[in-house]
């Protein structure tokens, strides 16, 4: 099998029935990018900013983050790449910035942090403009959005940032183009405002891992709830079910970029629902290839009506790998 899978590296990445998917990386270390990025990934879907923050001793500088993204982006010039502006709080906290709660998850995370500390998402975000002149695949995602406000008043600094190194790059005969905006899906209150939401971003991107967590009230991360962790909850694929037909009436770009994405199944399942875009771990690229390229999208639909009307997420599970064994 694995032979099978390192084989097809440079076929596209079709179902059997010529159903395209773009596959992408989630990446937090330059290495990651290198690894695997140039050779099997349509671009890279996810950056999370924030490890880099947090393998440091403080925060990096403005100069520090240029050169970081200005590698990163540079290495494949013509594909886009995601990044996600600093993600810390709940369980990513940075040791020299600490933040005591009662509940992280519910609490002081993402967005919420770096709105209240326009200093540092301002730094962020000029460090990414800056490292962006003279290319065009910047693209910047917003996460743990909860209300459209926060998408204004974060669009607003970007705006701000973005005349401030403009001037800057005029100076210097380089050119700075207008990155596209989008948000994360992971909050479920979005799944209501989706139509207010198009109006205003370029793009959006489903934080599976997360809208599970908040979806079920489940934390990710508690050993003593993590049977009641699980993307194949009924709940959970209808809600993604229902943010792809949206995203598709509303014609926003949307891409899936949690674990779910990583999985043959979730693959199967996400792309019957109408997903086309997965961004996922480096390491499980191939192997989703493999999986797309063996299965067929009139089936996959018929799997998940099917799948769709089981109540436990056990059963959808092996009837996923029912099929996913009928495949090869
Ligand atoms: C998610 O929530 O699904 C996601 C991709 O972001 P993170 O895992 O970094 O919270
Ligand atoms: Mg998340």
Redesign the pocket.
């Known amino acids: 099998l694995s032979e099978k899978i390192l084989a097809q590296d440079d076929l596209p990445t079709l179902t059997k029935d010529n159903c395209q998917l773009h596959l992408f990386v ?1 990446a937090g270390l330059s290495a990651e990018i290198e690894n695997t990025y140039s050779n099997y990934a349509d671009g890279v879907g ?1 950056f ?1 900013t924030e490890i880099p923050f947090m393998m440091r001793q403080r925060f990096p500088t403005e100069k520090e983050q240029v050169e970081l993204y200005r590698a990163m982006l540079s290495a494949e010039p013509d594909k886009p790449f995601t990044m996600r502006t600093l ?1 810390v709080g ?1 369980d990513k906290p940075l040791p020299y910035f600490p933040i005591t709660e009662e509940n992280p998850f519910l609490g002081w995370r993402g967005i919420r942090l770096t709105l209240d500390h326009p200093e540092i998402f301002l730094v962020q975000i000029r460090a990414m403009l800056r490292a962006s002149i003279g290319l065009r695949n910047l693209q910047i995602m917003l ?1 743990m959005i909860t209300s459209v406000s926060e998408v204004l008043e974060a669009k607003r600094l970007i705006s701000q940032a973005f005349f401030e190194v403009k001037e800057e790059a005029k100076e210097k005969d380089g050119e700075l183009y207008h990155p596209q905006i989008g948000v ?1 899906l ?1 909050v479920p209150a979005v799944m209501y405002q989706l139509p207010q939401l198009a109006k205003i971003v370029d793009f959006f991107s ?6 599970t967590q908040y979806l079920l009230a489940v934390d990710r991360n508690n050993a003593r709830v993590s049977d009641l962790y699980d993307s194949y909850h009924p709940a959970v694929l209808a809600a993604l079910y229902h943010i792809a037909q949206q995203a598709n009436v509303l014609d926003v770009p949307i891409t899936l ?3 779910l994405a990583g999985e043959p199944g979730g693959t199967i399942l996400l792309m019957a629902m109408g997903y086309r875009k997965l961004s996922m771990n480096s390491h499980s690229l191939l192997k989703i290839k493999w999986v797309v390229r063996s299965a067929s999208l009139n089936e996959a639909k018929v799997l998940l009506d099917e799948v769709l009307a089981m109540n436990e997420p056990k059963e959808v599970r092996e009837r996923v790998n029912l099929y996913l064994e009928s495949v090869g």
Do not use: A, F, I
Request: hydrophobic residues 25%; aromatic residues 0%.
């Open positions: 989630n996810l999370r993600d709940g996460p994360m992971e489903v934080g599976s891992n997360d809208l970029c949690g674990e």
